[in-house]
């Protein structure tokens, strides 16, 4: 029989790696967290910005490149993120149910596709709440809908920080109706527009 000598030194080893690895991963996350928190607030601004404006300005943001670029991206990417969760829904599911149905069925190439791609978005939507977008309305209600979509995203694939996102996805919720009221569209046009991504996702 082979005799077994516990080495003192192997636990207390793992032990500050492990620790490491958690003091890393756990800085990441707060990062992360505190990023998603100054984009709300961004966004929020950019609204207020919109609610006291003295006039409209032209879009001095759309003959920048870089903004250019980076928004043609954003639609790029929203496409596929629609595509994506379109395959997913199904008839009798929500959207929420259709995304939880990768973890049961252990999806994980789409897992780690949608993964990605709500990353990207998050990064760029980061971005563009940086940018003068109360100069365009249109774009930054687009942008707070879509944020929207990322939280519950986020909500679904972070069991760990469920509460955190479904209390953000309740805030841009909030802070889209604001918005709504004040670009002033009619009834109709109002609730057309309000459940437009989902129309777009069973289409």
Same mark, same amino acid.
């Given at each position: 029989?082979?005799?077994?000598? &516990? ?5 207390? =080893? ?12 756990? &800085? ?11 984009? %709300? ?7 207020? $910005?919109? $609610? ?12 920048? #490149? ?11 990417? #929203? ?7 379109? $395959? ?5 599911? #929500?959207? =929420? ?17 949608? /993964?990605?791609?709500? &990353? ?7 971005? %563009? /709440?940086?940018?003068? !977008? @109360? ?13 929207? @979509? !990322? ?14 996102? &479904?209390? !953000? ?10 918005? =709504? ?18 129309? $777009?996702?069973?289409?």
């Amino acid at each position: 029989m082979t005799d077994y000598i &516990e080495d003192p030194y192997m636990g207390s =080893e793992y032990d500050e790696i492990f620790n490491d690895w958690y003091e890393i991963e756990g &800085e990441r996350k707060i990062k992360e967290l505190s990023r998603q928190l100054r984009t %709300f607030f961004n966004y929020k601004a950019e609204v207020i $910005r919109y $609610r006291f404006r003295i006039s409209s300005n032209l879009a001095e943001n759309f003959t920048n #490149t870089k903004f250019i670029s980076r928004k043609k991206e954003i639609e790029s990417l #929203t496409h596929d993120f629609i595509t994506l969760l379109k $395959r997913l829904k199904k008839p009798t599911q #929500t959207l =929420e149910e259709g995304i939880r149905s990768l973890f049961f069925n252990n999806d994980k190439a789409c897992f780690n596709k949608l /993964s990605a791609i709500t &990353e990207k978005l998050s990064m760029l939507l980061h971005y %563009f /709440s940086e940018e003068s !977008l @109360h100069n365009h309305p249109k774009f930054l209600k687009f942008s707070v809908i879509l944020v929207q @979509h !990322l939280c519950l995203m986020k909500k679904c694939l972070n069991a760990q920080f469920s509460e955190f996102f &479904e209390e !953000l996805e309740i805030n841009y919720n909030n802070l889209e109706e604001e918005l =709504e009221d004040l670009i002033e569209i009619t009834p109709i046009k109002k609730k057309q527009s309000k459940k437009q991504f989902e129309e $777009r996702l069973t289409s």
